[in-house]
């Protein structure tokens, strides 16, 4: 089965997925996305990611042509009609065709596109190991809680730490650990799992809520606090959160080992504890991710 797309109302494979040249989330980044993970055929935690969806086309002031219950319903039938038991699912929300102009166009409508691609999770090798880091001054505008196509920021850090043979970069401003570029950022610090707070400088991501909620069950300390950079260098564990990556250790940054090198107990207990939440909201014999198949 290929990948596939929903373009406004209908379905196509993904390479005869087209929108026009005139869209502003083409021409200006003037748009919302999410993206999804699935685990046995099924979106996990999909309604808090289309409620976030909404609120960051709110925000922004598009009014979605589609409810929370609709794109629902597209989601699920992608789904079935994909056959993918592991993949991921990008919605995309703009402001929708005109002419060019700046500010916001009279009578548009909203472009909705909505992907299914196959993914392959994480190797359980890296995952193993951990992965390294580096740190670069956050750059990015001031509502990064919104989550916007305007992502060159993210994807400029990210181009520079892959190059430098790093897995992500850590966005720092005023001294002060924000999120990576395509990732939250926790720490575990004198036995506490510490994770920056939500704000304008944070995408909370519902991964990230996830980890904090699955945690606090199993009576590991979270809290939500700012990090200071010397803190985060000085931290017994590290570890990154996402969709795709889901909990992946951090053991050098900045070209220096965190701790002994290698991930940690904690983190090691949350990661655990996550696969534990995708067994219990898309039930199979054991997660994709943790058996190490490919899809």
């Known amino acids: 089965m290929p990948n596939i797309a929903f373009v406004n109302g209908k379905w196509m494979p993904l390479a005869a997925a087209r929108v026009s040249v005139e869209d502003r989330g083409f021409q200006f980044g003037d748009g919302v996305y999410e993206l999804i993970r699935v685990y046995n055929g099924q979106p996990f935690h999909l309604r808090p990611h289309l409620a976030r969806l909404a609120e960051s086309a709110r925000q922004i002031g598009i009014s979605s042509t589609h409810s929370i219950k609709q794109l629902e319903r597209i989601a699920l039938a992608g789904c079935l009609r994909s056959g993918y038991r592991s993949a991921k699912i990008y919605i995309q929300v703009t402001r929708g065709a005109a002419a060019r102009i700046h500010h916001f166009p009279m009578q548009v ?3 909705l596109v ?3 691609r196959r993914l392959t999770p994480i190797a359980p090798e ?11 001054v956050d750059h990015r ?3 990064c809680n919104i989550k916007s196509l305007n992502l060159l920021p993210n994807v400029m850090a990210r181009e520079e730490a892959i190059r430098a043979g790093h897995a992500e970069t850590l966005f720092i401003r005023e001294g002060l650990v924000t999120e990576g570029a395509g990732s939250n950022v926790f720490a575990v610090i004198g036995g506490t799992v510490v994770t920056p707070p939500e704000g304008a400088a944070v995408l909370s991501g519902i991964t990230r809520e996830v980890v904090i909620s699955v945690g606090r069950k199993r009576g590991i300390e979270v809290t939500e606090s700012d990090i200071p950079l010397d803190q985060l260098r000085g931290a017994d564990e590290i570890f990154l959160t996402g969709t795709t990556i889901e909990v992946l250790p951090v053991v050098w940054l900045d070209g220096k080992k965190v701790a002994n090198g290698r991930p940690g107990p904690i983190t090691k207990q949350l990661y655990t504890a996550f696969l534990e939440e995708i067994a219990i ?15």
């Open 114 to 116: 909505m992907t299914f």
């Open 141 to 143: 505008w001031d509502h």
């Open 281 to 295: 909201k898309n039930p199979t014999s054991s997660p994709p991710s943790q058996r190490g198949e490919n899809p």
């Open 109 to 111: 409508k909203p472009t």
């Open 126 to 136: 890296v995952r193993a190991r951990g992965v390294s880091a580096m740190t670069s």
